[in-house]
């Protein structure tokens, strides 16, 4: 959630639309699939790929928007210990 804040604050002071000033961007809390449950493993696999793509758009965005550039060394970080931590426990994918 720290790195959440650390975004939707920067995020919140960018235009959305140029044709519409005064309108900020956000985060969106949209579910990208369907929200039944899922088994352990493929539940691991979902938050692996998420992290990877979030990894993935930070550097990207981070280009451009050099003040989100202290979020990527937190957010390696964080999906490094996801990582270490489900391989060592029961869960595989």
């Known amino acids: 959630m720290q790195l959440l ?4 604050q ?4 960018l235009p959305a639309r140029a044709d519409q000033p ?3 961007a956000g985060l969106t809390f949209t579910v990208p ?17 998420r992290l990877a ?5 930070l550097k990207l965005v981070a280009a451009y928007q ?10 390696h970080a964080f999906c490094s210990d ?4 489900l391989a060592q426990s029961e869960v595989r994918c």
């Not at 699939?33 to 790929?49: F, G, K, N, Y």
């Not at 996801?82 to 931590?85: D, G, I, V």
Request: proline share 6%; net charge neutral; with cysteine.
């Open 22 to 24: 005064g309108v900020n």
């Open 53 to 57: 793509e979030l990894e993935t758009g």
């Open 82 to 85: 996801y990582r270490r931590a």
């Open 33 to 49: 699939r369907a929200t039944e449950a899922l088994v352990d493993s493929a539940q691991a696999l979902w938050i692996i790929e």
């Open 5 to 8: 804040g650390g975004f939707g």
């Open 66 to 75: 050099p003040a989100l550039r202290p979020l990527l060394p937190r957010l």
């Open 10 to 13: 920067h995020l919140c002071g």
